[in-house]
């Protein structure tokens, strides 16, 4: 099989369209057609359904393009690792983390890092999803939970805990609880019910209640907009540590209350275990997050 033929194969498989794909390798949409249509003939089988809307890979096509994307992924790793220097961090990182995480703390911190490592260029993937770093979505990532794939490398970066938070004027107008049971008649800010980025996201809700949870009187799925929610006196929420910045000026309650533990993890694929670049974004993480 000729490589510039996979090559576009695997372009029109990912984006579902030769217009699309045409875009992304800089070919007109008829030579992306004419690729295909060349590959198709040369392996007797179809790879596409044509339709109005777009394609659809076939069975056939399904198949073939597993291989190619574990294929390119693998050459793309192989590229890095042979162009990054062993005692000296280069090329472009792609780091992964949830919306809450990397907005609210990880984007702000990543200046000195780079101001350090000026051969080192970062690409911020954020993702309440996990991103498959075998297939390289990503090169790093860093979980609020442990990996599910058995051939990723982790390492615990710490255990961050939560903090019951209302604004001083929600407060002034409602009342300060000072037990589980007076959260029945204060409205809660929880999280909505989409890609939750941490486990028991939804915690708060579930005090004082065996049975089915609170529902939130408000309930957004974004970390960050919960904070600005909670400030502007929505009611009460529960914020991570990590948010310290979005805390302050807020109001912190209910202190002997037991809450979870979020543990959060540095995870990379093992073709990446003596990468220079991911050992030095490591170690900036692991002195800054003592911080919290």
């Not at 000026?118 to 990503?138: C, K, N, Q």
């Not at 609020?144 to 794939?149: F, R």
């Not at 093992?270 to 974004?281: I, M, Q, T, Y």
Request: glycine share 6%; proline share 6%; aromatic share 8%.
């Amino acid at each position: 099989m000729d490589w510039d033929k996979l090559r576009v194969f695997h372009a029109v498989a990912e984006a579902g369209s030769f217009t699309h794909a045409g875009d992304t390798l800089n070919l007109s949409q008829s030579a992306v057609s004419r690729q295909i249509s060349a590959l198709e003939e040369a392996l007797a089988v179809p790879l596409f359904h044509r339709h109005a809307r777009g394609l659809i890979l076939t069975e056939q096509g399904e198949a073939l393009n597993t291989t190619v994307r574990e294929v390119f992924a693998k050459l793309a790793m192989t590229e890095a690792l042979l162009t990054e220097s062993r005692d000296k961090a280069a090329g472009r990182l792609k780091v992964t983390t949830t919306f809450g995480f990397g907005s609210t703390w990880l984007a702000p911190r990543l200046v000195p890092f780079l101001d350090q490592n000026p051969d080192v260029s970062i690409s911020l993937l954020l993702d309440d999803g996990d991103l498959d770093l075998a297939m390289r979505e990503a090169d790093v990532a860093i979980r609020m939970h442990p990996p599910k794939q058995p051939d990723l490398i982790q390492r615990h970066l710490l255990s961050l805990g939560w903090v019951i938070c209302a604004a001083p004027e929600y407060l002034a107008k409602h009342g300060t609880p000072n037990s589980v049971e007076a959260l029945e008649s204060h409205r809660l800010v929880l999280f909505g019910e989409f890609k939750p980025p941490v486990p028991d996201i939804n915690w708060l809700g579930e005090l004082g209640h065996n049975g089915t949870p609170r529902r939130g009187t408000l309930e957004v799925n974004s970390m960050a907009a919960m904070a600005y929610a909670i400030r502007a006196g929505a009611g009460i929420g529960a914020l991570p540590q990590w948010m310290s910045a979005d805390l302050d000026g807020l109001t912190p309650l209910l202190p002997n209350v037991k809450r979870p533990k979020v543990d959060c993890f540095f995870v990379y694929p093992e073709e990446l275990r003596n990468s220079k670049r991911v050992a030095v974004f490591r170690d900036y993480l692991l002195a800054r997050l003592q911080e919290i």
